[in-house]
C-alpha cells in the first residue's frame, strides 16, 4: 500500500522536525524565546486568524501548561505574560484562551523565525 506508507513517511518526517525544532529551542533561547516560540508555532498550528492580524489559539493554555512547554517555572511565565499583556503583545481571556496580537513583537524574540506565518482562516 504505497500511498499510506507514503503519507506515514510524511507524518513521521513532519513530527521527526517538530522534535528537532522544540529541543533546538530548548537547547538555545532564553525563557522568553523558548515562549514566544512555543506560542507562535501554536498560532501557526491551530490559530484562528482575528481583526488587525491577529491569531486565537483556540484552547485553554494554562500558565501551568505553557511552563510545561517550554522547561519554565509557572512563576516566570506569568511574570512574562503580563509583562506582554501590559505591552499589548498578546491578550488571555478569562478561559485561558490565548490571542496573539502583534506577530512580529514576539517573533524578534526568537532569532531567526520568519514573521510571516500564515495565521488560518475560518
Known amino acids: 500500500m504505497p500511498t499510506m506508507a507514503f503519507n506515514l513517511a510524511g507524518i513521521l518526517s513532519r513530527r521527526l522536525r517538530l522534535s528537532n525544532a522544540h529541543v533546538v ?9 523558548r515562549l514566544a516560540d512555543q506560542l507562535l508555532a501554536l498560532g501557526a498550528e491551530y490559530g484562528e486568524a482575528t481583526a488587525n492580524d491577529g491569531c486565537r489559539i483556540p484552547f485553554r493554555l494554562t500558565q501551568g501548561d505553557l511552563a510545561a512547554l ?4 509557572r512563576v516566570r511565565v506569568n511574570q512574562i505574560l503580563v509583562k506582554w499583556k501590559h505591552h499589548k503583545f498578546l491578550a488571555v481571556d478569562g478561559q ?4 496573539l496580537l502583534n506577530r ?6 526568537v532569532p531567526g523565525l520568519r514573521a510571516e506565518a500564515p495565521w488560518r482562516e475560518v
Open 25 to 33: 529551542a530548548l537547547a538555545t533561547l532564553d525563557i522568553e524565546g
Open 70 to 73: 517550554v522547561g519554565a517555572s
Open 96 to 99: 485561558h484562551v490565548v490571542t
Open 104 to 109: 512580529r513583537a514576539l517573533t524578534e524574540l
